[in-house]
């Protein structure tokens, strides 16, 4: 029997579905994770294909004993893009915040559950939000 560590894409794929509207599959390559979330939108008043959304995204990397994550924060843009920017708001911030951490929390449920590894990649002692796992 397979360890859930050996699992195909296709599997891990599946245990992520199971995390909600997250994932975004067509990102996904092997062993690489994409999961993003439009939080906040900037502008309620345009046309829905137009708006631009403050938010988060996660890439999510399979190595050779573990996953290592990565969060940023900032605003999906009108082109369908992630541009890594400030957030100084409180009101655009703290429902990121909540968002982020109840995201991350399930995130370590399934590793939890798996008996995986999930650790932050070196890059996140910059990232500004404190995780609760």
């Not at 599997?11 to 993003?36: E, H, M, S, T, V």
């Not at 890439?59 to 994550?69: A, I, R």
């Amino acid at each position: 029997m397979a360890l859930p560590f050996d699992y195909s894409n296709g599997k891990y794929l599946k245990k992520f579905i199971d995390l909600g509207p997250y994932l975004r599959a067509l990102k996904c390559q092997n062993d690489q994770y994409f999961f993003d979330s439009l939080v906040v939108c900037i502008n309620t008043k345009i046309e829905p294909e137009t708006r631009e959304f403050w938010g988060w995204w996660l890439d999510l990397e399979k190595t050779d004993s573990e996953f290592v994550y990565r969060y940023q924060l900032g605003r999906y843009d009108n082109q369908g893009h992630w541009q890594a920017e400030p957030l100084d708001n409180h009101e655009v911030l703290s429902p990121i915040e909540q968002n982020i951490q109840d995201f991350h929390q399930r995130l370590c449920t399934v590793f939890d559950t798996l008996e995986l590894k999930l650790l932050p990649s070196p890059q996140m002692t910059k990232f500004r939000l404190k995780l609760i796992a």
